[in-house]
Each structure stands twice: as structure tokens, then as C-alpha cells.
């Protein structure tokens, strides 16, 4: 322990420069042989022969020696004195890491009960006794996603800061203890852009986009997730298009085609084009998984819709386009 060091130094001390250790004496002068006090002299012997072994006998043995030699100024109570004093340091050190381990551990359990409001309710005070908590960070993080998956969205904003702060540590170098439950730091990292890009889904959908590409273009779990382009599509058409729709009625609509139109439409195609390939990423993947049969067919008929509207009408190609589309490098905004 941390007194430890410190008392061995001391001790060493008290061994060089001290007198002998307590023990029964005759006093000078007199008569007859008489001892001096034996309860000094045995608490202070149990003192130091559970100095090492069992620190806790010996602090209260020390207390006990204190207790009634305290007024004397000699060797033996200025050493006890600063055992004593280092011993309880030590012990409060102990106790509130112990406290502050027991908190965290309550938050992270919340994620695992879903007691959402909980874990968030004590975020402020795990990040105070360690800002740079970086497992906490993580958990906060990401687990606004868990949270929404319960239809419960009450805790977006805060998480998107927490991942924020997460992403800025590991991509700065560090790194937990552990990467568990996750499987690596790409998978985190991963983790982590995927979720801020989904906090930002209905409120900024044009921010959210760059999260989208980086979670896909990380090499981990989210890059082969039919969600992430889905949700990249989703954003594309919430975003961006939208603005570029709205932005184009507005200036040229019911108006003469003019170099300036045409430019403008031909933006918005683009956008549209992006929009194909995110849901013909998000059909290709999901045609892998059994699990994501319902969904997929969802994203096929959206799919469909969109491409027919942006070819005449026709299918002719989708197929084509789903088969190879993800041996394709994934379009940059």
C-alpha cells in the first residue's frame, strides 16, 4: 500500500537515528528492579508486529497507544503520528475508488437492465470522479441506439456528445482496459459514427450523412450492416435532396428550361443516384441474412420506385446494379 512505502522509509529512519524499542526497564536509582509501563510497551510491540502483516491491527494499535501517550513527544508517538496520519489517507483513497468503481459499475449495469433515465442520470457524476472515463464514454455513447430501440429517444442529444468525446479519445490513441462488448477498437470506432450519424437522423439529416459513410467505410460489422445504408440513403433523401427539391421548385418551377435549370436538375439527379446506391447497398446485404428478409423487401420496393423514376419508367438494369454494387467504391457526398 501506499503507506507502506512510506512507513518502511520512516521506520528505516527510526532504526538509524532512534533509541531501542519500547521494553521493560529498571529504573535509576532505585531500590528495587521495577518495569516501566507494560501496556506501552505491549501495544506499541503489537503495533509493530502487525505493521506489515495486518495494517489494520496495527492502526489500532497505534490508536490505542495514542490514545493515552498522545501528549508525549518523543520518537515513538512523531512516528505514529505520521503512520497514522498515512494510514488514513490510504484507507479514504481506498474507500472512495471503491465508491467511484461501484458507481460506474451501477451506470453500465443500467444499459443491461435498460434503465435508460438511470444511466444518464448519473453520467455527470461517473464523469466527474474521471472526464476522461473512456468505457464510460463508449457506453454513453452508443447507447442512445439501445435506448431508441425502445422507442425512447429522450436521451439523443446527450449521447451524441458522449460519442463525440468517445471518438475524439481513440482516435487521439486511447484505449480502455477492454474493447468488450464490442470486438475491436474498428468496431467501436465504427460504433460510435454509425451512432452519432443516427442521432442526427430526423434533426440534421444532412450532418448525419458524413457519420454514415465513416461507419461503412471502417473495416468492421457496420460496413457489411444493410442498416447503415439504409439509414445513408434515408439521409441522402432527407437531407440534401430535399433541399435541393425544394431549393429548385422555388427558383425554376413552372419556368422556361434554362442553362441555369438544367444544372440545378442535374444536382439533384446526382443526389438521386446516391440515393440508388444506398438502398441497392442496403438489398445486396440484407439478401445474406434471413433475418433481414422483412426489411429488404421494403428497401426493393423503394429501390425499385427510385430507379424506374430516375430510367423512364424502366427496371431494365437493378438487378445488374444490386449484383454488383458492392464491389463498387462507396460515392463521397
Not at 475508488?97 to 444518464?120: C, I, N, P, V
Not at 429517444?153 to 479519445?169: H, R, S
Request: glycine content about 6%; aromatic content about 12%; overall charge neutral.
Amino acid at each position: 500500500m501506499k503507506h507502506q512505502a512510506l512507513l518502511a522509509l520512516l521506520f528505516g529512519f527510526t532504526l538509524a537515528f532512534a533509541a531501542p524499542a519500547l521494553r521493560a526497564q529498571p529504573r535509576t536509582g532505585a531500590p528495587v528492579q521495577e518495569t516501566d509501563d507494560e501496556f506501552k510497551v505491549t501495544t506499541y510491540k503489537r503495533f509493530t508486529d502487525n505493521r506489515e502483516p495486518n495494517p489494520a491491527a496495527a492502526y489500532q494499535a497505534a490508536r490505542e497507544y495514542m490514545a493515552k501517550y498522545g501528549k508525549e513527544d518523543d520518537q515513538y508517538t512523531r512516528y505514529l503520528r505520521v503512520w497514522i496520519s498515512a494510514y488514513e489517507e490510504d484507507e479514504r483513497n481506498l474507500r472512495l475508488a471503491a465508491e467511484r468503481a461501484d458507481r460506474e459499475q451501477q451506470l453500465l449495469g443500467s444499459f443491461t437492465q435498460k434503465d435508460f433515465a438511470k444511466a444518464y442520470g448519473m453520467a455527470k457524476q461517473v464523469l466527474a470522479d474521471n472526464p476522461d472515463n473512456l468505457k464510460v464514454l463508449i457506453a454513453l455513447g452508443y447507447g442512445g441506439v439501445f435506448a431508441s430501440e425502445t422507442r425512447n429517444e429522450t436521451f439523443n442529444d446527450a449521447a451524441g456528445g458522449y460519442a463525440q468525446k468517445a471518438i475524439q479519445q481513440i482516435e487521439s490513441g486511447k484505449a480502455p482496459e477492454t474493447w468488450a462488448p464490442f470486438k475491436n477498437r474498428e468496431d467501436v470506432l465504427a460504433s460510435l459514427y454509425y451512432a452519432e450519424g443516427f442521432y442526427l437522423l430526423k434533426p440534421k439529416p444532412e450532418s448525419s450523412i458524413a457519420n454514415f459513410i465513416k461507419a461503412a467505410q471502417i473495416e468492421s460489422d457496420r460496413k457489411t450492416s444493410p442498416s447503415t445504408y439504409y439509414y445513408l440513403a434515408l439521409v441522402y433523401q432527407n437531407g440534401p435532396y430535399r433541399r435541393l427539391s425544394e431549393d429548385y421548385t422555388k427558383r425554376f418551377g413552372n419556368q422556361p428550361e434554362s442553362p441555369e435549370s438544367k444544372a440545378a436538375l442535374e444536382n439533384i439527379n446526382k443526389m438521386m443516384d446516391k440515393i440508388i446506391d444506398a438502398y441497392a447497398r442496403a438489398v445486396a446485404l440484407a439478401s445474406k441474412d434471413p433475418q433481414q428478409q422483412g426489411p429488404r423487401t421494403q428497401w426493393l420496393n423503394r429501390l425499385t420506385e427510385l430507379y424506374k423514376f430516375r430510367h423512364d419508367q424502366s427496371d431494365a438494369g437493378l438487378n445488374e446494379l444490386i449484383a454488383g454494387v458492392l464491389s463498387k467504391p462507396l460515392p463521397q457526398p
